[in-house]
């Protein structure tokens, strides 16, 4: 009989789930909320899913860590590899891997030195990316209209700084109410900064043009909230200048690092950001006095100086002297310059009226006239001429050439011809009408001048018995035959009396009388 073994037992059996299960219910009923102190170990920064996993340790032993993405978005820093922390959480266990490990809730930096440590660490990694550095400062406005506080409502730090605004220049305070100290400290503080800047300045609500963080003195744990990060560069990237009072004067945080200027107190805040009203009420009384003083010894001075240039202008007198008898020398010399000139042109139109006696415009239009026929019988002959010598160019080639081409070159030679001889009859046409026009132009000049249409109005001449015009009435002696021609004819007659100055009247017309004898005819003069 084989000996084999029972298979029977009266141990329970479990499965790996109940096991598992057990052991989850027994660590959290037995632990419950801890407070675990260790190193962070095999941190890589948040999950894809924004939970973050790793390892608390200390110099024996290790425990596995998580935070859960809500946890995580509320803490007041980041994990770093290395960092000693305490933390707090519940003990649980992962069935998965059959490890335990601690759910985080909170954590903060070990002590005092850890929190330096961090502190440090936080500013060189800001510094590093130039949000301290002093080119990025902006200046403060020397009179700003509105202040922006930005601190708890209810402190004595808010009551300090309006008071100290109302002592040293009225103006409008605009208060955002935020915690100073806690956990949300430093988003609240991130968030009223970035609301300040989003105003607009012709908004119902006015948009400050200087901002001040302000809060009492406290421990570093109480001032954790001003090194957040999300403040740091919030405070960097403000349109609005920052004036940081956070603490007393021996307390410093990352903000004060970043702020446009940092003041020692609250109170040290609102005495850099506005002036004394009643000190520059002061200067500018001062500056109002020098002013008018000034303008006043200006003023004076520039009076001497006009008196002292005036003294060395001439008078109006001796100013216009010069201009006066240059005026009166041009009037002088104005009346004899116009008889002059008018002497001047009598002469010139005289030597053109001379030019354009009738005899001579009878010459130049039988000049014009025998040139156009001369021209006119020259035509004939130069045609003829022409033609000869066409001809006799054309004699020769036209030995060379057949019937056929002669005839349609003499065809268009006749055309040639008839176009020339048209061109000739047109051109001798408008010669001869050019001329024409000219000779009728000549002819009707030759009438105006011509004493003959002085006849056609009444006029007379007077020739003597040579048959020259009489010009003057002093070369008419009593006795002397003289002849009137008018427009019909010419009368006889002869000259009694003597010639009287025509420079003093005027002449007369004659009149005409009825043709007398020779003895009893009276004188026109």
Same mark, same amino acid.
């Given at each position: ?177 935020? &915690?100073?100290? $806690? ?9 009223? =900064?970035? $609301? ?15 901002? =001040? ?16 990060? =999300?403040?740091?560069?919030?405070? !960097? !990237? ?19 690092? !970043? ?8 109170? $040290? ?8 009203? !009643? ?142 001889? &048209? ?76 010639? &009287? ?20 005819? $009276?004188?026109?003069?």
């Amino acid at each position: 009989m084989n000996d084999t073994p029972d298979s029977t037992s009266n141990v329970a059996e479990y499965t790996v789930s109940e096991i598992s299960g057990a052991l989850k219910r027994t660590v959290e009923d037995a632990f419950g909320h801890v407070r675990v102190r260790g190193e962070i170990s095999g941190y890589r920064g948040p999950h894809s899913s924004g939970h973050a996993y790793f390892s608390l340790k200390d110099d024996r032993a290790r425990i596995e860590a998580v935070i859960w993405r809500g946890s995580m978005s509320r803490m007041r820093f980041l994990p770093e590899e290395g960092m000693e922390v305490i933390a707090t959480g519940k003990l649980t266990t992962y069935s998965g891997s059959s490890k335990y490990q601690i759910v985080i809730e909170q954590m903060e930096p070990a002590g005092a030195g850890a929190l330096m440590a961090l502190l440090e660490e936080r500013k060189r990694k800001l510094a590093a990316e130039g949000l301290f550095d002093a080119a990025a400062k902006q200046l403060l406005p020397y009179m700003p209209r509105v202040i922006g506080v930005i601190t708890s409502p209810t402190g004595a730090v808010i009551r300090d700084i309006i008071h100290r605004i109302t002592d040293r220049f009225p103006l409008h305070v605009i208060v955002w109410p935020v &915690r100073v100290q $806690g956990d949300t400290s430093g988003p609240e503080v991130a968030a009223a =900064i970035s $609301g300040f800047n989003a105003l607009q300045p012709d908004g119902p609500l006015p948009r400050p043009d200087v901002l =001040i963080v302000a809060r009492g003195g406290g421990s570093l744990e109480d001032l954790w909230g001003f090194n957040d990060e =999300i403040v740091v560069r919030t405070v !960097a !990237a403000s349109d609005i200048p920052v004036i940081s009072a956070v603490g007393h004067e021996t307390d410093w945080t990352l903000i004060d690092l !970043a702020a446009d200027i940092r003041a020692p107190t609250p109170t $040290g805040a609102a005495e850099m950001a506005v002036p004394v009203k !009643a000190d520059l009420q002061a200067t500018v009384a001062s500056l109002a006095a020098r002013l008018s003083s000034g303008m006043s010894r200006f003023l004076s001075q520039r009076r001497q100086t006009q008196r002292a240039l005036s003294r060395a202008l001439p008078s109006a007198d001796q100013f216009l002297a010069l201009s006066r008898r240059r005026f009166d020398e041009s009037a002088a010399r104005l009346g004899r310059a116009l008889q002059a000139n008018t002497q001047k042109k009598r002469t010139g139109f005289g030597g053109h009226a001379r030019q354009l006696s009738p005899r001579l415009l009878q010459r130049r239009i039988t000049e014009r006239r025998r040139q156009t026929e001369t021209t006119a019988s020259r035509l004939p002959n130069c045609l003829k001429a022409y033609l000869r010598e066409r001809r006799s160019r054309f004699s020769v080639p036209a030995g060379r050439l057949s019937p056929e081409p002669i005839r349609r070159h003499a065809e268009r030679a006749y055309h040639v011809l008839g176009q020339f001889d &048209r061109r000739r009859d047109r051109a001798v046409h408008l010669i001869l009408e050019k001329q024409n026009r000219r000779s009728g132009e000549l002819e009707r000049l030759m009438r105006t001048l011509s004493y003959e249409s002085v006849l056609e109005r009444g006029f007379a001449i007077v020739f003597d018995a040579a048959g020259n015009p009489v010009k003057l009435a002093a070369s008419v002696h009593s006795g002397d035959a003289l002849a009137l021609r008018f427009r019909d004819g010419d009368v006889q007659t002869v000259a009694t009396g003597g010639s &009287r100055p025509s420079s003093e009247s005027r002449p007369r017309k004659a009149q005409p009388k009825p043709a007398k004898t020779s003895g009893g005819q $009276g004188s026109l003069f």
